[in-house]
């Protein structure tokens, strides 16, 4: 399991590059996050990004 120590911003994408959904994690359980995303037919993949400007 991956744990990160600063919030995230999980965008799912689908084809063509767009926009899905988007999550914002603070605890740093992103596992089960990542999975409910993959688990919705139309998301392709997850762009993660740190939340957190300066960083």
Avoid: C
């Avoid at 600063?6 to 689908?14: E, H």
Wanted: no cysteine; hydrophobic share 35%; glycine share 8%.
């Amino acid at each position: 399991m991956v744990s990160w120590d600063r919030p995230l911003t999980l965008n799912g994408y689908r084809k063509g590059r767009r926009l899905s959904a988007q999550e914002y994690i603070t605890d740093g359980a992103t596992e089960p996050i990542i999975a409910q995303l993959f688990a919705r037919h139309e998301i392709d993949y997850i762009h993660v990004r740190k939340a957190e400007a300066g960083y």
